[in-house]
């Protein structure tokens, strides 16, 4: 995560696509450790810090 945000100002263009690479690049080295009987789930939010305050929630459900 630091080598992809070090030197980057939020840019509402690119921070989707920002986000989706992040994600891409952590589950790929999660899975690389090979933990057996797990799914694996990244999320990334990127925003602009100014000010105001962010909620986020989430859940997930699945039949095994």
């Not at 921070?15 to 450790?33: G, M, N, R, Y």
Request: aromatic share 4%; charged share 25%.
């Amino acid at each position: 995560v630091n080598r992809n945000l070090k030197d980057k100002k939020y840019d509402h263009a690119t921070a989707k696509q920002l986000a989706e690479s992040l994600a891409d690049q952590i589950k790929t080295a999660v899975k690389a450790l090979n933990i057996p009987s797990y799914k694996i789930v990244v999320q990334t939010v990127i925003g602009e810090i100014s000010g105001q305050g962010v909620r986020v929630a989430s859940k997930c459900l699945w039949d095994d």
